[in-house]
Every structure is written in structure tokens, then in C-alpha cells.
T-cell receptor, first 114, second 115 residues
Framework: AQSVTQPDIHITVSEGASLELRCNYS??????LFWYVQSPGQGLQLLLK??????LVQGIKGFEAEFKRSQSSFNLRKPSVHWSDAAEYFC????????????FGTGTRLQVTL | DAGVIQSPRHEVTEMGQEVTLRCKPI?????LFWYRQTMMRGLELLIY??????IDDSGMPEDRFSAKMPNASFSTLKIQPSEPRDSAVYFC???WGGGNTGELFFGEGSRLTVL
């Protein structure tokens, strides 16, 4: 069975500060990993994905994530947060790389203070 | 390009009534997914279609829920009869399986409130 854990339900950071959102997964083989963002009243949008190769992946809106096999983690980072980054962030795992096998985490709500 | 289009955006109904949610996927996408989002259970996959054929409906909570995809550009999710515990945001998403990227394109969702 595969699972995704996002330990932080809610995080607050100041605008301009750095951000790291945690994601841990459980899966017996190399997973395909994703981060999605959901702005208020909107659907989810893909930020970035890891399939293979370089363990540091770049995404849209200045986000990056690092795959660490030894820690079963795929944490999302941004060096300087903007107020418009306030949203809910979901980590997801697929066993096959296809959307039909996606397992989502419970999400982390990011609040940005000015 | 138009994204995934869902209607209605908001629906308020009374217990026992029939609810129909609609979705138009992105043109050319051959996979369509229905998700439900609640505070308690997060995002749950209800059912998905490939080339208009239901592939996996194991997430459909019970017989009150049904989904159809009569053609490549339209799908419905029906709840009959509706119950207060069905209150949630229902998302439709589509994807091109040939790309094998795992990226889902979501609609803006239909917020259902059952009184």
C-alpha cells in the first residue's frame, strides 16, 4: 500500500521569508511524486513532479522540491514567499506515474503575513 | 485554451433530492476523474474513466452515487437521494494518458450543500 503524510496542517510565514513544507511517503519502490497547489475556491494545479534523475526538481512559481530516498521525503521549498502563495499545498504519490494511481496527502494550509 | 469546466459551481439542496453535477474535460484528454474533497477525509477519488469507459469505481461511496460519460466531452455525477453527509466539494479532473506524466487538470469544483 502507498501513503503520503503531510505532518503540518497549517503553517504561517512572513512575506519574504523562506518556506519548507514537509512530505513523507510510504511505498516499497521508487515513487513518482508530485506537489499540487489549491488556491481558495479553485481546483488543484500541478507545481512540480519527480519521476527520476536529478533529485532536486524545479517547478512553477519559484518552487522546488528535493527527493530524499533515505528519508522517504519530498519536501517543497521556496526561498522567498509572496503573499499570493497563500493556499493549500498537497503532496501526492503515484506508483505508476499515471494519474490513475495518485494518492494525495491531507494538505498543508499556508498563511502568509505581511 | 479552456480548462476543465464544471457546473454548477454551487448547489444547495434538501435531503432526498437528486443532484447532478456536470463536467466538460479538456479537449483531447482521454481520462476523466471525479474527486470529492471534505475537511474530514481530504481528497478522495470516486471514479475514473478512460475513453468514456468507467475503469475504477471502487471509490464511489454507495449506490446512491452514479457517474456516466456518454461522450468524450461530457460527464455527470449523480447523487440520488442526497444526504447531508454528501456535502462536499466535488472536483472533476482530466488527463491525457498518452503523456504518462501523472498531471491532472482540475476544474474549479462544485460545492454541494445538502440541508
Amino acid at each position: 500500500a502507498q501513503s503520503v503524510t503531510q505532518p503540518d496542517i497549517h503553517i504561517t510565514v512572513s512575506e519574504g521569508a523562506s518556506l519548507e513544507l514537509r512530505c513523507n511517503y510510504s511505498y516499497g519502490a521508487t515513487p513518482y511524486l508530485f506537489w499540487y497547489v489549491q488556491s481558495p475556491g479553485q481546483g488543484l494545479q500541478l507545481l512540480l513532479k519527480y519521476f527520476s534523475g536529478d533529485t532536486l526538481v524545479q517547478g512553477i512559481k519559484g518552487f522546488e522540491a528535493e527527493f530524499k530516498r533515505s528519508q522517504s521525503s519530498f519536501n517543497l521549498r521556496k526561498p522567498s514567499v509572496h503573499w499570493s502563495d497563500a493556499a493549500e499545498y498537497f503532496c501526492a504519490l503515484s506508483s505508476t506515474g499515471t494519474a490513475s494511481k495518485l494518492t494525495f496527502g491531507t494538505g498543508t494550509r499556508l498563511q502568509v503575513t505581511l | 485554451d479552456a480548462g476543465v469546466i464544471q457546473s454548477p459551481r454551487h448547489e444547495v439542496t434538501e435531503m432526498g433530492q437528486e443532484v447532478t453535477l456536470r463536467c466538460k474535460p479538456i479537449s483531447g484528454h482521454d481520462y476523466l476523474f471525479w474527486y470529492r474533497q471534505t475537511m474530514m477525509r481530504g481528497l478522495e477519488l470516486l471514479i475514473y474513466f478512460n475513453n468514456n469507459v468507467p475503469i475504477d469505481d471502487s471509490g464511489m461511496p454507495e449506490d446512491r452515487f452514479s457517474a456516466k460519460m456518454p461522450n468524450a466531452s461530457f460527464s455527470t455525477l449523480k447523487i440520488q437521494p442526497s444526504e447531508p453527509r454528501d456535502s462536499a466539494v466535488y472536483f472533476c479532473a482530466s488527463n491525457w494518458g498518452g503523456g504518462n506524466t501523472g498531471e491532472l487538470f482540475f476544474g474549479e469544483g462544485s460545492r454541494l450543500t445538502v440541508l
